[in-house]
């Protein structure tokens, strides 16, 4: 209902299809609120994390042209300070979710202004910079949707799930993390900032929440495992704090298969299920599920096969598809395909180029930078970046 509410108020301040509103929530309810209130108003979600610099943040604001800032009535006051000190040409209007939802005449459900087949935006989310100015990736609402409910169907999530959001706004794992498991009538765990960085801390949220899915880099990965391994981690036993568990998903970067195992040895009763997938597509684009006994013949932990309706190709410098085994890079097809980025020409006909190898027309590849092989079995494994090869 507060959703429906911060719809109607939202139409009411000129918020129309496929328009870009920043969201400066903290992980909350008020997030929640914020995003499905969006979706629903037909506008663009363009979430940025309240921990950027002023700088970051006015660059994003400007760039995407946001005229509207969704934020929470604690930080509105913050947020419209941040914003004067910014030097904005234009200062984008600040409203708080709780008082926009609570002046709403009307629970009325409103039909998105959405464009054919679910083309229209769902969000765009900026990418680190870590290369450069930050890139807006749009992703489609049909492939926001196609992701979600494949995360459905290869976690088998389930009414009496728990899912942890640990993840900030500024990555889009995020949005599976707050909304997939409310899809089947699950539960999502807010797990504050603080508590998601610390490994110690994770895993006791992780047993107070009694939290059954989990996602984490392989860096924090890490760092739990060794908490396991040395007996420090919280009271009530070692092991005791992810007794809920039942999935662990790893993501965001290479999974060493030393470090898994090691989990797997201790854990093995909690299914590890390996993650990949850059921005630039909606979220994850392969899954592989990582047993013991391959990880430890292989030595590698593969990523998998592509997710429902998404299509991977390993392609050659020739332009053509490698065989079994032959090293190239990695192309992405299908429903997940993002738009391009916002405001950006130029790298988007860079990027996401014509699809030739079994799309239709119309339908676009992205081109991920990342080289990877196929193995005998179908799966694909991550083998570095197309610049870091000789």
């Not at 060794?226 to 965001?252: F, K, N, P, Y």
């Not at 429903?335 to 988007?348: L, M, P, T």
């Not at 080289?371 to 870091?388: A, N, P, S, T």
Request: proline content about 3%; hydrophobic content about 40%.
């Amino acid at each position: 209902l507060r959703a429906q509410l911060l719809a109607d108020r939202l139409r009411q301040q000129g918020v129309t299809a496929e328009q870009p509103v920043a969201v400066l929530c903290e992980r909350g309810l008020e997030l929640l609120v914020a995003m499905l209130g969006l979706w629903q108003s037909g506008g663009v979600y363009v979430p940025i994390d309240a921990d950027y610099p002023d700088e970051r943040i006015s660059w994003i604001l400007a760039h995407s042209g946001c005229g509207v800032v969704l934020t929470t009535r604690a930080r509105r006051r913050q947020v419209e300070q941040r914003l004067r000190q910014a030097g904005l040409a234009r200062p984008p209007l600040v409203l708080a979710v709780e008082d926009e939802a609570e002046a709403a005449t009307s629970g009325r459900w409103l039909e998105a202004e959405a464009g054919g087949e679910g083309r229209q935006l769902a969000y765009i989310i900026y990418t680190s910079g870590s290369t450069g100015k930050p890139k807006g990736a749009m992703i489609e609402q049909r492939g926001m949707v196609n992701h979600l409910l494949a995360k459905v169907e290869t976690l088998r999530l389930r009414g009496s799930d728990t899912v942890a959001a640990t993840a900030s706004t500024s990555f889009d794992i995020s949005v599976w993390q707050l909304m997939a498991g409310l899809l089947v009538g699950g539960r999502v765990a807010i797990v504050g900032g603080e508590e998601a960085s610390e490994p110690g801390r994770l895993l006791e949220a992780v047993r107070r929440e009694q939290v059954t899915v989990l996602e984490v880099v392989p860096s924090m990965l890490r760092v739990m495992v060794e908490e396991i391994e040395s007996g420090a981690a919280a009271a009530g036993g070692a092991g005791a704090e992810e007794a809920s568990l039942r999935v662990l998903m790893v993501t965001g970067e290479e999974l060493e298969a030393g470090l898994c195992a090691r989990w797997l040895r201790r854990r093995g009763g909690v299914e590890v299920v390996n993650a990949y997938g850059p921005t630039e597509c909606s979220d994850d684009v392969t899954q592989e599920v990582v047993e013991l006994e391959r990880v430890e013949r292989e030595r590698r932990v593969a990523i998998g096969r592509g997710l429902s309706n998404t299509r991977m190709y390993v392609v050659g410098r020739g332009g053509e598809v490698a065989g079994i085994g032959i090293s190239g890079e990695i192309y992405v097809g299908g429903e997940g395909v993002g738009r391009g980025y916002y405001g950006d020409g130029k790298q988007s006909g860079e990027r996401y180029v014509p699809d030739w190898l079994g799309g239709g027309s119309g339908e676009r590849l992205y081109r991920t930078g990342d080289v990877g092989r196929y193995v005998g079995d179908g799966r694909l494994e991550y083998l570095g970046r197309v610049d870091q090869q000789v």
